[in-house]
């Protein structure tokens, strides 16, 4: 059993005074009895949660990954074209920057997505790009087929929301025309009107993320891996007493599962900040470490240095 968690903490110093009010007995004991095996930094657009999936499903270390592909072809399209992630989404300009909201609080509804995606297909397919509904989330994701996507560096909305995307953006001149065409597109879109009318923000621009083509082969490997996202909903959206709920939920439930799990094999745990992730496993302590933890067993707060 492996569980991995995104936004275990976030880098706003937010999440950091949130934090120091946890009390996570289940966290607690697992850090007592757990050997920390390994921290990593991430590296590029991917975060930390990205490479520790990527690494868990046994696919090589890269920059970003071909999550898009990946998913595509785990839903009947098992083939070695080119895809991305396409999230309808509210830029905010700010003050002297654009940032994003979290595409998550828009609640897009379902039939306000497959309207918007049906007024942007025939634009995509000019360009020789493939777009559609995501089998998995409809109302809030589409996934995109075509060549451009190859070679195409993308990063996770992830990286964007409530900061400057600039530095995030992909840098190609037909994603970039595109995009600007569809912002065009959507400042009069009916659906956008409907939306205003009910105090609703609209949806003014598009990301695209996952972008890539998977390697010839098999799909990576099933694991036994739990990835909540409910830590990440909360904090992406700034709302910590929120996120301080999840933490523990999860704490009473899927890391009690963890802790009954490590006395029948070997379990792992895996937290995660942004750019930093702390591995935890239930390997046996070497002498010295026994000792140690007997002198001063270690604390949440240690626990949050590393991340």
């Known amino acids: 059993m492996h569980v991995l968690i995104p936004f275990a903490l976030s880098d706003d110093p937010a999440s950091r005074t949130a934090a120091q009010g946890l009390q996570l007995p289940q966290l607690t004991q697992i850090i007592r009895v757990f050997s920390l095996q390994q921290v990593s930094l991430a590296g590029g657009p991917a975060m930390a949660h990205e490479h520790a999936l990527a690494q868990a499903m046994g696919l090589p270390a890269a920059s970003h990954y071909p999550w898009a592909a990946l998913h595509a072809a785990a839903h009947g399209h098992a083939d070695s074209q080119a895809w991305a992630f396409v999230t309808p989404c509210f830029w ?3 003050q002297g920057q654009v940032v994003m909201a979290n595409p998550h609080d828009l609640h897009l509804q379902l039939d306000e997505s497959l309207a918007l995606l049906g007024a942007m297909k025939d634009f995509f397919k000019e360009d020789g790009i493939d777009l559609m509904p995501d089998p998995t989330q409809p109302h809030s994701r589409w996934l995109a087929r075509g060549e451009v996507f190859r070679q195409l560096v993308t990063a996770p909305e992830h990286r964007a929301i409530g900061r400057n995307l600039s ?29 205003a009318a009910r105090g609703a923000d609209p949806v003014n621009s598009l990301w695209f993320s996952g972008a890539g083509a998977r390697s010839e082969g098999n799909l990576p490997p099933a694991t036994s891996l739990h990835m909540p996202v409910t830590l990440q909903n909360a904090a992406l959206s700034s709302q ?47 002498l010295w470490q026994k000792m140690g933890r007997l002198w001063r067993p270690p604390t949440l707060q240690d626990l949050w240095m590393h991340l």
Do not use: F
Not at 186 to 191: A, C, E, K
Not at 242 to 266: C, N, R, V
């Open 240 to 286: 910590w007493p929120s996120w301080q709920q999840a933490w523990g939920e999860l704490d009473a439930t899927l890391l009690k599962d963890l802790l009954d799990a490590a006395h029948l094999g070997p379990v792992r745990l895996t937290l995660c900040s942004e750019d930093k992730a702390v591995t935890l496993t239930n390997t046996p302590h070497s």
């Open 92 to 94: 905010q300009v700010g």
């Open 167 to 195: 530095p995030w953006l992909p840098n190609h001149p037909l994603i970039r025309r595109l995009q600007n065409e569809m912002q065009m597109l959507l400042y009069t879109h009916p659906v956008n009107d409907a939306r």
